[in-house]
């Protein structure tokens, strides 16, 4: 008896663990926001530029189309300086502006950048760039559609590996580029390297039927 007593007082125990899970409903976060533009396809990056700091750098921003008939560029925009001064500006205006560092004249710090995918419709996105508050650049891409369907856009992004670079030469950040069809397995994909080597020796790269690069250039200036 006290053994059926004690395997009822069990089997009680585990039935009320059990009834006790849950699944709570919760504001969602900016992980679930980042998920959801990503699912909607938006593509988001972010670049550290704070160790340029030190020096002044002119800023460029390029955009490159790949195909199988070679490399053409397709946009470059000029977008000022990493730093400014407050002797960089004519001296009426320079009570309109309130320096970040009141010793150097220091009023204008690029600290990082932005590189937004944006879809716009099904053959076009737009890229945009933001470099702080004031500064930034849009550029248009236009999509091909898939070998095995003239209707149908589909394009994914890689990241380029970062390393030191030299001053003045183009640095590439992402790519951005269409699915290809693999006669073998009979699907579109998009799969394999999940970086880019910036000679663009990666192997991922022979299948991709056409894509774009969008990078920078940082030339220094004093």
């Not at 006290?2 to 969602?28: H, N, W």
């Not at 670049?47 to 397709?74: C, H, P, R, W």
């Not at 945009?128 to 891409?141: E, F, Q, R, V």
């Not at 003239?150 to 030191?164: G, H, I, N, V």
Request: proline share 5%; net charge negative; hydrophobic share 35%.
């Amino acid at each position: 008896m006290k053994q059926v007593l004690l395997s009822g007082a069990v089997a009680l125990f585990a039935f009320g663990t059990v009834s006790a899970q849950r699944i709570e409903p919760v504001e969602p976060d900016a992980t679930d926001a980042l998920g959801a533009l990503q699912a909607s396809g938006y593509e988001l990056f972010h670049f550290d530029l704070s160790s340029l700091k030190d020096k002044t750098y002119a800023i460029q921003i390029y955009m490159n189309e790949v195909d199988s008939s070679g490399t053409k560029e397709k946009a470059r925009f000029h977008m000022g300086e990493t730093r400014r001064f407050l002797k960089d500006i004519p001296e009426e205006d320079r009570a309109h502006v309130t320096p970040i560092d009141p010793e150097s004249g220091l009023f204008r710090l690029v600290s990082g950048m932005g590189l937004y995918v944006i879809p716009k419709n099904d053959s076009t996105v737009r890229v945009n760039c933001t470099l702080g508050k004031d500064h930034g650049s849009t550029m248009s891409l236009k999509l091909r559609p898939l070998k095995t369907d003239a209707e149908q856009y589909m394009y994914t992004s890689r990241p380029f590996k970062l390393d030191e670079f030299e001053s003045g030469t183009d640095i590439p950040l992402i790519l951005y580029g269409s699915f290809w069809y693999d006669e073998k397995f009979k699907i579109n994909r998009f799969c394999g390297d999940t970086e880019i080597d910036p000679d663009m020796s990666t192997e991922i790269l022979k299948n991709i039927p056409h894509y774009y690069i969008v990078g920078i250039r940082l030339t220094e200036t004093d």
